[in-house]
């Protein structure tokens, strides 16, 4: 199949374009459940007319944090990502109170505290 597209570029190219739009009403779905959004109910009832509308309610879905923390930590990563980079400035220093021992002096305090 791969194969089969690179040698008919224009089904190649159809198939990105069919991608791209999914992509777009995805992103445009996970946006309105992040921000919320308003929606109206229908309510139909099966009478002997037919199928009739009895009732339409407009009502709300609330925000979702999820679908928000989602869209911001891939929007906005240098600000909503968990882990958060810290740069330390200055020096270490280590006081090593076996500095310029000869290996025989470092031997004979190894064999001491054994």
């Known amino acids: 199949l791969g194969n089969w ?18 992509d777009i009403q995805v992103e445009n779905a996970l946006l309105k459940r992040a921000l919320g959004y308003e929606f109206v109910e229908v309510t139909k009832e099966l009478t002997d007319a037919g ?8 009502k709300q879905q609330a ?11 891939n929007r906005k990563p240098n600000e909503w990502r968990d882990k958060s980079q810290t740069e330390l400035s200055g020096g270490i220093k280590v006081s090593n109170p076996y500095e310029g021992l000869t290996e025989e002096e470092l031997r004979k305090l190894a064999s001491r505290d054994g």
Do not use: M, Q, R, Y
């Open 5 to 22: 597209k690179k040698s008919h570029l224009e089904i190649l190219e159809a198939l990105k374009k069919g991608k791209e739009v999914v």
């Open 51 to 58: 199928l009739l509308v009895t009732k339409e309610v407009t």
């Open 63 to 73: 925000p979702d944090t999820t679908a928000a923390i989602f869209w911001l930590k």
